[in-house]
C-alpha cells in the first residue's frame, strides 16, 4: 500500500474508534424512551404515561432510589391483580403488586450503586397484562429519582 492509503485508513480507524466511545455512553440517552406514549394529564392535574407490555426509560447512574408511581386502570384476568416488575440493567429489582385498578402505587425501588462508568442505566418495566385494542400496560406518572 501506498502511504496515503495507509493515512486513510488510520483516519477511518480513529474516526471509527471515537464514533464507538461516543456512542458507548452518548450523552442523549437520558431523555429516550421505549413503550411509553406521550405525555397525558389526569384530572386532578396529575401527569401520566401510558405503557404499553414493556417499557424503558434511563434513570441517571448515580441514582440509589427512585420512586414509580403506577397505576394499573383495568383489573388483570379475572380480576386479578396486575404485576409490574421492575429492572435494572436488565436485572430485576422488584415486583409491584397492583391491587386496587383506581390507585395510584408510589413505589420506592432502592438500586444498587452503579459500578460502571457510563452516565444512565436502564430501567425496564414488564406488565403482566396489556388491555386490547390498544395494548395498554399501566399509568406511570413522573418517576423521581435521588
Known amino acids: 500500500m501506498r502511504r496515503r492509503q495507509w493515512i486513510a485508513a488510520a483516519a477511518v480507524l480513529v474516526a471509527s474508534a471515537l464514533a464507538?466511545?461516543?456512542?458507548y455512553d452518548p450523552p442523549w440517552?437520558?431523555?429516550?424512551?421505549s413503550g411509553l406514549r406521550p405525555w397525558e394529564e389526569g384530572p386532578p392535574g396529575t401527569l401520566f404515561r401510558w405503557t404499553a407490555g414493556r417499557a424503558t426509560f434511563f434513570v441517571p447512574s448515580n441514582v440509589t432510589t427512585m420512586i414509580v408511581p403506577l397505576r394499573?386502570?383495568?383489573p388483570g384476568p379475572d380480576g386479578a391483580p396486575v404485576k409490574v416488575e421492575i429492572r435494572d440493567n436488565g436485572r430485576s429489582v422488584a415486583t409491584i403488586v397492583l391491587n386496587d385498578p383506581e390507585e395510584w402505587v408510589r413505589a420506592t425501588v432502592p438500586l444498587t450503586p452503579s459500578a460502571g462508568r457510563r452516565r444512565f442505566r436502564r430501567i425496564d418495566l414488564r406488565i403482566s397484562r396489556v388491555v386490547n385494542p390498544y395494548v395498554l400496560g399501566v399509568m406511570t406518572?413522573?418517576?423521581?429519582?435521588?
Not at 20 to 23: E, K, S
Not at 29 to 33: A, D, E, M, P, S
Not at 141 to 146: D, K, M, N, P, Y
Open 20 to 23: 464507538l466511545g461516543y456512542l
Open 29 to 33: 440517552i437520558g431523555g429516550v424512551t
Open 72 to 74: 394499573s386502570v383495568f
Open 141 to 146: 406518572g413522573e418517576v423521581s429519582a435521588r
